[in-house]
């Protein structure tokens, strides 16, 4: 099968992560022709049919330092755009744990979130952009429109999408300002696994990095297999 893969033009995301499944390899040993494609397809449904290739990137090892580096730079990144045009922005990155953020999992959970904030803004995103970084698939967009229906949008996809909780959409305001939950009186997110406060699981080591994935992927196949059907 994977050698078909590289060669169908169509290639849906349940087969990529059946293959990635079915390899019992670790992630990162996953053919990278095809983790290639499905980023390529990522990128010409959703960004611009000009492609600029940046699978090129996605068999990079990262470190911790790694990450806190590309946080930092995203958040300037962030800043000059929002200042460029004076608009609100959205960041939208995976809920992944571990060193290894880009992988075929990841990818798909960007996918199906790309897709489905993209379409809801249509004509009003200004600029958008594609990365794979430490921090692992980074989708940026700047949409003309007011930051607090942005913002409830945003709520209401990570609330109620069946994979929601995967991601993180920040959003902020053409002042720069992230808008948070409580400022719309809402209560802060909750842990997917535990249910409590998520600021006090995350990064707290209350979990094997195995399980959640494991979580993970097993919701990302329910939601894959539930679409086909
Ligand atoms: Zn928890």
Redesign the pocket.
């Known amino acids: 099968m994977s050698s078909d893969l590289t060669e169908n033009n169509f290639i849906t995301e349940y087969d990529i992560f059946k293959e990635h499944k079915d390899s019992n390899e670790s992630i990162d040993k996953l053919d990278s022709k095809m983790k290639g494609k499905l980023i390529k397809s990522i990128y010409m449904e959703c960004i611009s049919k000009n492609y600029n290739g940046i699978d090129s990137i996605i068999s990079k090892k990262y470190t911790m330092e790694d990450i806190v580096r590309d946080r930092e730079e995203r958040m300037s990144r962030q800043e000059w755009l929002i200042r460029d045009y004076l608009s609100p922005l959205i960041s939208i990155r995976v809920n992944y744990p571990g060193l290894n953020k880009n992988n075929c999992v990841s990818f798909i959970i960007m996918k199906v979130f790309s897709a489905l904030v993209i379409d809801k803004f249509k004509d009003k995103i200004m600029y958008k952009d594609l990365q794979a970084t430490a921090e692992g698939p980074v989708l940026t967009l700047i949409i003309n429109e007011d930051v607090y229906k942005i913002k409830k949008l945003a709520i209401n996809v990570e609330d109620n999408h069946f994979l929601g909780r995967f991601v993180d959409i920040d959003v902020f305001g053409n002042n720069g300002v992230e808008l948070s939950r409580r400022e719309l009186g809402l209560e802060s997110r909750r ?1 997917y ?2 249910g ?1 406060e998520a600021y006090n ?1 995350a990064g707290s080591g ?1 979990y094997d990095v195995d399980e959640i994935k494991e979580y993970i992927e097993n919701k990302l196949e329910e939601y894959l297999k539930n679409k086909l059907s």
Do not use: W
């Open positions: 842990c696994i535990c409590q699981c209350r």
